[in-house]
């Protein structure tokens, strides 16, 4: 029998297919994200902050398209980041912090991002705190640096429209889940669950997140706009959209 390792870049990869199990466009959003950071990059090696980063998708696909980029990872979960840890190099540094505290800041090791990008992950807080969290994301950019986020935020134009293509997306991924194709976001969790390395780890992000985890909250990408706005970034909009996907940007 072959003696059991941790193989953490397996764990990422099936991480990917998972996530694009919800996002088929995953890719797609990944490359428009990378190329808001390329125009307002002068040099070959941006400083990049993947916030809410995960397992590491985002640094991954920073550093395969800027291979002098420098990148850090922020998250809270330990299982992803055990999986982040097993899976960057020497050009990311890894840190656990809690975005429902503004000290999240201060665990940084720069407070001059190029680009801070997060994706799929803000809908997890409430209103106030994402507002605020916007405010505390403009204080870690440089001037002309930009903030990416990437998530759930229909047209609120099409109301109707988007709830409809939001069920036929659902209905595709079911069937996918039923046809065995991919594991389901519980599903891989359960499959974490049999890993010895992750097991433990698993439990305890349970706990962590069982006490301070609000109910998704998805407003409109008009909402978003006008918040990074508010919160004195000079330009914000939308620079893509994936059916009810969509990702706004804002340049400090
Ligand atoms: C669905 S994952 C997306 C990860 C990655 N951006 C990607 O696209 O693969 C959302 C991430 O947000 C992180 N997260 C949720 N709440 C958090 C919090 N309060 N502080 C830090 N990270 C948090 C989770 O641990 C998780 O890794």
């Keep these: 029998m072959t003696p059991y390792t ?130 505390e994301i403009r204080t870690v950019l440089r001037p002309g640096g930009v903030l990416v986020n990437a998530d759930s935020m229909v047209d609120d134009g099409l109301p109707d429209l988007s709830k409809r293509l939001a069920d036929r997306a659902t209905a595709r991924r079911e069937a996918r889940y039923a046809a065995g194709a991919v594991l389901s976001w519980s599903a891989w969790w359960d499959h974490a669950r049999t890993d010895p390395t992750l097991a433990p780890l698993v439990a305890e992000r349970d706990r962590l997140f069982a006490a301070n985890h609000n109910q998704d909250w998805l407003p409109p990408a008009s909402w978003h706009v006008q918040t990074l706005r508010d919160a004195g970034f000079t330009e914000a909009g939308l620079i893509w959209r994936g059916a009810q996907d969509a990702a706004v940007a804002a340049v400090r």
Excluded at 59 to 80: E, G, W
């Design 6 to 135: 941790f193989n953490g870049p397996a764990w990422q990869e099936s991480w990917d297919r998972q996530q694009e199990a919800y996002l088929p466009d995953r890719e797609e959003r990944f490359t428009a994200m990378l190329d808001a950071v390329e125009a307002v990059t002068e040099w070959p090696a941006p400083r990049i902050l993947d916030l809410a980063g995960g397992t590491g998708s985002i640094s991954l696909r920073a550093q395969r398209r800027f291979p002098q980029a420098n990148t850090t990872l922020l998250d809270l979960d330990p299982v992803t980041l055990t999986i982040a840890r097993a899976t960057l190099d020497e050009r990311s540094t890894v840190v656990s912090a809690d975005l429902l505290s503004p000290e999240w800041v201060t665990t940084l090791p720069h407070r001059d991002y190029d680009a801070v990008l997060v994706a799929t992950a803000l809908h997890w807080l409430a209103p106030e705190r994402l507002a605020a969290l916007y405010a």
